[in-house]
């Protein structure tokens, strides 16, 4: 019988460990975090703080001497470097074994081909590009590394691909087809220690330049292309045999067709609107998954709901505080600050939820619009 779970050691200290904070209080939880400075945001919910960066095997020993089990907030971890703590009997929930197939994104491509899920046509980038025999619009992105549209790239033209390459020539990359989707599609999967899986509703995303801008709850798709994604959630999280949360996201095309896009091993910023509108958020389920406790299929509390990112558009030290207040302000409408202390274009400075319900008379579209408005000027 496995022990009791009461300190978890997270690698990474950003706005996803910090949401972890109320989910560990009502569980009982302690969280120690792996964390470069004392300005991260997940800083103030730890019962201690290991202040080294996230990929400090030497570091990551000393957190584990704190605590029962170790999960990750990000996958930017080297890898090759915890082995030899997983085989001196650290627990790291997922399993390094699950991670290891997920972290370069040509090797997450090879491994759900393997396992026979839909996805687009790939292959390693390889120089120099032949344009008579690559289709254009064309996906590339940097294998290791990237999130929020850094390191994905899609070029039209070969016109417009050359005048990016020698950008590019040093980073190992993959090329993938252009899906001419319809829709972007994300979900949120956990699985427990015994092997049980939870799936939440699937939702819409709408990105800008590869960054997530709102989300939508529940996305408005067929109960059919419902159970499809459901179907693929559990097929990727048995064959890994992983514990905890995964965020997938995925394409839905005009003649209903899913391609997965890209999954990433950890809570996602496609589920954070389950904090404010779901009876367990991802956060929390996310703790109950690597803890060892039970799972609950998690319901919303809700008709639906409207995720709006509170991105930065400008250089600045501002906090912001009366347009937040302004925010909170409007009907069924919860702010999320991640307590940053500087802003800049495209960074990730807060959310916030809208819940719907039976009465709503505005469309979710035009609710995110008028958030946007009101942070955005």
Not at 227 to 241: K, P
Not at 280 to 289: K, T, V
Request: proline fraction near 7%; aromatic fraction near 8%; include cysteine.
């Amino acid at each position: 019988m496995s022990k009791t779970v009461k300190r978890v050691g997270v690698i990474g200290g950003g706005q996803l460990a910090w949401m972890m904070g109320d989910g560990a209080k009502s569980l009982g939880l302690d969280l120690v975090i792996q964390t470069p400075q004392p300005t991260d945001p997940a800083v103030s919910v730890a019962a201690d703080t290991v202040f080294a960066p996230i990929d400090d095997a030497t570091a990551t020993a000393t957190l584990a001497a704190q605590c029962d089990v170790i999960t990750f907030e990000n996958e930017f971890i080297h890898l090759d470097a915890l082995f030899p703590l997983a085989n001196q009997g650290v627990c790291f929930r997922p399993r390094l074994d699950a991670l290891a197939p997920l972290l370069d994104k040509y090797h997450q491509r090879c491994y759900l081909r393997d396992i026979g899920l839909p996805q687009p046509a790939f292959k390693v980038f390889e120089t120099p590009l032949n344009p008579d025999t690559q289709p254009f619009p064309l996906v590339v992105k940097a294998r290791r590394h990237g999130y929020d549209g850094q390191g994905t790239f899609i070029f039209k033209d070969h016109k417009r691909f050359q005048e990016r390459s020698a950008q590019l020539a040093d980073t190992p990359l993959l090329v993938e087809e252009f899906i001419p989707f319809e829709r972007e599609l994300a979900v949120i999967a956990a699985r427990s220690v015994s092997g049980e899986v939870v799936v939440y509703p699937v939702v819409e995303t709408q990105q800008d330049n590869q960054v997530c801008r709102r989300v939508i709850i529940p996305a408005p798709i067929r109960p059919e292309t419902e159970h499809e994604i459901e179907a693929i959630a559990r097929t990727l999280l048995n064959s890994l045999q992983a514990v905890g949360v995964f965020g997938i996201e995925l394409f839905l095309t005009a003649n209903h067709q899913i391609y997965v896009n890209e999954v990433s091993p950890r809570t996602h910023n496609s589920g954070h609107f389950s904090l404010d509108a779901c009876d367990i958020s991802q956060f929390e389920m996310h703790l109950r998954a690597v803890a060892g406790f039970p799972l609950t299929k998690p319901t919303l509390k809700c008709n639906g709901a409207v995720m709006v990112n509170l991105l930065g558009y400008e250089y600045s030290q501002n906090d912001y505080l009366e347009k937040r207040q302004k925010l909170a302000s409007q009907p069924q409408t919860y702010v999320h600050w991640y307590g940053k202390t500087q802003s800049r274009p495209g960074r990730k400075l807060g959310h916030v939820t809208v819940l719907l319900d039976a009465n709503s008379q505005k469309h979710p579209q035009a609710i995110a619009q008028s958030i946007e408005t009101l942070w955005y000027g």
